[in-house]
């Protein structure tokens, strides 16, 4: 099991060029908490990828919040994996459970994501997780592996390389996501193990992915989540809009190391 821990930040459609100022000029006590095994990102609107990487430190790695299906051509509105890479991007969020809501993301366009971003070697951070009434009704682990397991079905054979390659994952429960309620440690853990479990199962015991947790992380509970043996990092959207509560989260992820 890898000991890397990652904080990524999904800033979503916020932090515009003043923010954006404001975030960097305040980011200097992020400096104490490098460590080789600590991966810090921020995805903020694609628009401003280049501008975000040239401002930040090099150690401050920067993503995108989703990619087209296609390479390129006629698809009005739509960016592809390959200028994430040209604009220095590392790393993209596919299948946010807003993509997945607002925008009838599919499995089938999920896995045409993931297929792009392996191609750009991009980091690929694949979001799952259960609405409040699958909760409800008990099927968030059906859900989740349905989820899972659709899109490598559809990634066929080459799934193991692709998932090998360059690939994490993010459990957001769609219930926890902005609402200031967040999954217990316990629950949490219970549903990364079962995650880790279904991966094990199908590629046996020595494959192993990073899993973030994702749902109103704050610096209040990640050191109660970070804890928990299966759980590798946050996805964090809130409390990563601003450079202290960012720097807050890599700090106590750094106490690990
Ligand atoms: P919040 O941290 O604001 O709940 O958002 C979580 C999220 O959706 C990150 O991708």
């Not at 908490?33 to 501008?51: E, F, K, N």
């Not at 397991?149 to 769609?174: C, H, R, T």
């Not at 549903?191 to 192993?208: C, Q, T, V, Y």
Request: overall charge negative.
């Amino acid at each position: 099991m890898t000991k890397q821990k990652f904080i990524l930040g999904n800033w979503k459609m916020n932090n515009q060029l003043a923010e954006i100022e404001e975030f960097t000029a305040h980011l200097t006590n992020l400096s104490q908490v490098q460590h080789p095994d600590l991966y810090l990102g921020i995805a903020p609107m694609s628009p401003y990828l280049s501008l975000v990487r040239q401002k930040f430190p090099p150690f401050l790695h920067v993503g995108a919040q989703n990619i087209s299906t296609q390479k390129k051509g006629a698809f009005t509105g739509e960016i592809p994996a390959s200028t994430v890479s040209e604009l220095k991007g590392e790393f993209v969020l596919v299948g946010h459970s807003e993509r997945r809501s607002y925008f009838h993301e599919t499995s089938s366009e999920l896995a045409e994501k993931i297929r792009r971003a392996f191609e750009e070697r991009l980091l690929t951070v694949f979001c799952v997780g259960e609405t409040l009434k699958e909760r409800e009704e008990k099927s968030h682990f059906d859900c989740v592996k349905k989820q899972m397991n659709e899109v490598i079905e559809l990634l066929g054979d080459d799934a193991q390389k692709i998932l090998s390659a360059s690939f994490i994952m993010a459990y957001e429960p769609v219930w926890a996501i902005g609402t200031g309620k967040v999954a217990s440690a316990k629950d949490a853990e219970e549903m990364h193990a079962f995650i880790s479990s279904l991966l094990k199962e199908k590629w046996g015991n020595e494959f192993f992915l990073p899993i973030l947790y994702g749902g109103s992380v704050t610096a209040q509970n990640i050191n109660e989540l970070l804890a928990m043996p299966n759980i590798s990092g946050a996805l964090v959207g809130g409390a990563s809009l601003k450079s202290d509560s960012f720097s807050l989260l890599a700090q106590a992820a750094f106490k690990f190391f």
